[in-house]
C-alpha cells in the first residue's frame, strides 16, 4: 500500500494522507439526474471563475471551492435524487452492515450514515492493518476500504433487487478532515443529515447510521 501523501484527479480531486480521516460520500449510479449533472457542471464553471484573494493560499482556495461544489451535490442528493434504492430498509441494511463489518479492524469509524441515494461516513484505516499488507501496492488505503465495501454491499443490494450491473457511482466524494473541530463538524454533518433531508425529526430516529 502507498505510505505517502497521493494526490488525484478524475473529474473528483483525490487527496490521500497517512494517518488522516476522511469524510467521503458514495452516491448510487444515476441517483443525480441529468438536470442535477448540468447544474452542477455550470456551477463548476462559476466557481473556476471566481478570483482567489491574495491573502488564501491556492491549496486553500481549492479546497473552498471544493466544499461548496459538494455541497450543491448534497442537496441534489437529499433532495431530487433519481434513483433511491435505499429507500429499502433490505438494502439499507445490507449498507450499513458493510460500512460496519470491518471496523477496529481495517479501519476506525467516527460516523456513518445510509440515506436513500448516498451513504456518508468518516473513517480512518488503520496503520496496524496498513503495516500487515505491504503487497498491496497500486492503491491507497482508502481505495482498499471503499473497493470492498463498495463491491461487498453491490453484491448483496443487486441479488435483492435483482440486478446486474454497476449499483454505485464509480468515484466518491473524499475529503482530509484537518482538525478535531472540522472532524466534530462533520460527524455532526453526517448524523444530522436525515433531518436536514426532511426524513426524520432528530438523527436519533434514524436507524441506519452512527
Not at 488525484?8 to 480531486?13: A, D, E, G
Not at 490521500?16 to 463548476?44: K, N, W
Not at 471551492?65 to 429507500?87: C, G, M, N, S, T
Not at 439499507?92 to 469509524?109: G, M
Amino acid at each position: 500500500m502507498r505510505d505517502g501523501p497521493v494526490f488525484r484527479r478524475r473529474h473528483l480531486p483525490h487527496w490521500d494522507i497517512p494517518g488522516a480521516i476522511y469524510f467521503i460520500t458514495t452516491c448510487l449510479q444515476g441517483s443525480i439526474p441529468a438536470e442535477g449533472l448540468l447544474d452542477l457542471a455550470r456551477y463548476q464553471k462559476e466557481l473556476d471563475a471566481r478570483h482567489r484573494p491574495a491573502e488564501i493560499p491556492a491549496d486553500e482556495w481549492q479546497r473552498r471551492l471544493d466544499k461548496l461544489h459538494f455541497a450543491l451535490a448534497d442537496e441534489w442528493l437529499d433532495l431530487r435524487a433519481a434513483v433511491r434504492h435505499l429507500e429499502d430498509p433490505r438494502l439499507a441494511a445490507e449498507v450499513h452492515s458493510a460500512l460496519r463489518h470491518f471496523a477496529n479492524e481495517r479501519y476506525d469509524v467516527f460516523a456513518y450514515v445510509v440515506m436513500p441515494s448516498h451513504m456518508h461516513w468518516v473513517m480512518r484505516p488503520r496503520e496496524e492493518w496498513i503495516a500487515a499488507h505491504p503487497e498491496i501496492t497500486d492503491r491507497t488505503a482508502r481505495e482498499v476500504i471503499m473497493h470492498s465495501v463498495k463491491r461487498h454491499s453491490a453484491l448483496k443490494c443487486n441479488e435483492l433487487l435483482g440486478f446486474v450491473g454497476t449499483f454505485w457511482q464509480a468515484e466518491s466524494y473524499d475529503h482530509c478532515i484537518r482538525d478535531l473541530d472540522e472532524l466534530l463538524r462533520c460527524i455532526a454533518y453526517v448524523e444530522n443529515n436525515p433531518v436536514k433531508a426532511g426524513l426524520v425529526k432528530s438523527a436519533a430516529e434514524w436507524k441506519y447510521s452512527s
